[in-house]
């Protein structure tokens, strides 16, 4: 599935070199939430940050640049900020990093169109070994894909990507190994999944939409084996889920990711 081109002037389709060259931040992003203050802006929390160096960072570059890319990527006051009250609640850091993935790519189109399109299908189609000079064609193609970067690559800039892309898939567990990757054993937890769901039966209110969406890619599933746990989840009584024929039906326990999140993940 190619993604729409990006309307002049929006954001949401523009790719920075500098936030997938600096990777994941999991532990720095995690630190960070459990220190936000949501009564203050994000504009306060991030020179709080910087001041008092609630993430513990080793320099004040890696502080400045760390800064600079939760600034980008994130928006704690109105669509994060559910993972951020799971990192100010203590969530287990296991449950919390696939959520931290999902909020992660709404912004970062880049990793969510290449997970979602080309490492699910290398997946599907029984790839071994991944190696960056792999994913250089499909970087070239950026524009044709609806994305646009902020500056011009050069190869240098554009193999630095593909390498900071396969890096973050091996940080949230689809990857394993370093300078060749391979595919991992990869488990999406049964809250995590829950969480999700939630958060996409937000966005889609068709609940086959909902199952069918390229967001579990991310996490290596299938539409077959979204529909499987949901079976497996109303056998334990954890939601509702009914077929019949063309017709689906889900009820899911909580109206929304941040109530689901508030109730079983704190």
Not at 132 to 161: D, F, I, K, N, S
Not at 173 to 200: D, P, T
Request: positive net charge.
């Amino acid at each position: 599935m190619t993604s729409a081109r990006p309307k002049p002037g929006s954001r949401d389709r523009v790719v920075s070199s500098f936030t997938l060259v600096k990777g994941s931040l999991i532990p720095e992003t995690y630190a960070a939430f459990m220190h936000w203050d949501l009564s203050s802006p994000k504009r306060e929390n991030l020179r709080r940050l910087r001041e008092e160096n609630t993430i513990g960072a080793g320099s004040e570059t890696w502080l400045r640049d760390v800064a600079k890319v939760l600034n980008r990527r994130f928006e704690p006051d109105t669509r994060d900020r559910a993972l951020v009250e799971l990192a100010r609640a203590h969530c287990p850091l296991d449950l919390w990093k696939p959520l931290l993935l999902w909020h992660i790519t709404r912004d970062e189109f880049l990793l969510r169109d290449f997970l979602c399109e080309w490492l699910f299908p290398a997946y599907v189609a029984g790839a071994y070994r991944i190696r960056p000079e792999e994913l250089h064609e499909y970087l070239r193609a950026l524009p044709q894909r609806g994305g646009q970067t902020e500056h011009v690559w050069t190869e240098a800039t554009l193999h630095r990507v593909a390498v900071g892309l396969l890096k973050m898939a091996t940080d949230f567990g689809l990857l394993e190994g370093s300078l060749v990757r391979r595919f991992a054993s990869y488990h999406l937890s049964e809250k995590s999944f829950l969480y999700l769901l939630h958060a996409l039966a937000e966005a889609h209110v068709s609940p086959r939409k909902v199952i069918e969406s390229p967001d579990w890619r991310m996490y290596l599933l299938t539409a077959e084996d979204v529909e499987r746990e949901l079976l497996r989840l109303h056998q334990y009584r954890l939601l509702e889920y009914h077929v019949a024929g063309s017709l689906v039906q889900l009820k899911l326990p909580c109206a929304s990711p941040r109530e689901y999140a508030e109730r079983f993940l704190t």
